[in-house]
């Protein structure tokens, strides 16, 4: 996926420790989301950005805390992460107005929480 | 309630079939339609998007319709190759708010087999 890399691919955590998912994007657009998917789901909006130090919440955004410091990336944190987020992190970029189609997604960060 | 429902969930065909998958929305208001393939392990990638005043929409073997008036959208796939196996998601964006919110449909599940 050109112009925008997550990072790690995979991680295998424990219960109740910190984890930091990371955005990088290399399209300078100004909007950034974070989003989950699971089995029986569609993908799940988190929270998302529409400038630097410019975040809001997305509709399961309960346990996780975003940050962006600067336009080319986006954070994503799970203060204690718990069992229950165990998911696929996918992380998008969209500019207005620029492009027929809109987002465009990163590959992907699998998330096992033990 | 916006939704975004897809049938069949899963589907099963040979190579060089043809294959019409469909959605069905209620979101309110409209904005776009899009489709977006994801292959195993990777992040969904846009095929086509349509607004409200478009009615079909080509890229390459891949044509999308949109009925508007019964929200209903299908994608068409001809002449099928191995490498089409993948999710297939719809997703519908309101007008509702600044950014446009994404709903996605849970995806079909497509398997074309040798």
């Known amino acids: 996926d050109a112009g925008i890399t997550q990072s790690p691919r995979h991680k295998v955590t424990e219960t109740g420790t910190p984890v930091t998912l990371r955005c990088h994007q290399t399209e300078n657009h100004r909007y950034m989301y974070w989003y989950r998917q699971d089995p029986g789901h569609g993908l799940r909006l988190i929270h998302y950005s529409y400038g630097v130090k410019d975040t809001d919440k997305g509709e399961v955004s309960d346990g996780y805390s975003v940050s962006r410091s600067k336009t080319e990336d986006f954070l994503l944190t799970l203060e204690s992460a718990t069992s229950s987020q165990t998911s696929v992190y996918f992380c998008?970029?969209?500019?207005?107005?620029?492009?027929?189609?809109?987002?465009?997604f990163g590959s992907g960060t699998r998330l096992t929480v033990v | 309630k916006n939704q975004v429902e897809q049938s069949p969930q899963s589907l099963i065909i040979l190579e060089g079939k043809n294959c019409t998958l469909q959605c069905n929305y209620t979101v309110s208001p409209f904005s776009n339609l899009r489709w977006y393939k994801q292959d195993t392990g990777r992040g969904p990638v846009s095929l086509t998007i349509m607004t409200f005043s478009e009615n079909t929409k080509s890229n390459g073997r891949y044509t999308a319709t949109l009925d508007a008036d019964t929200k209903q959208s299908s994608l068409h796939i001809t002449a099928s190759q191995l490498s089409d196996s993948a999710s297939y998601i719809c997703v519908v964006s309101d007008r509702g708010s600044t950014l446009g919110r994404l709903y996605f449909g849970r995806g079909t599940q497509l398997t074309v087999w040798p």
């Open positions: 998008a970029i969209s500019e207005p107005g620029t492009g027929e189609y809109g987002y465009t």
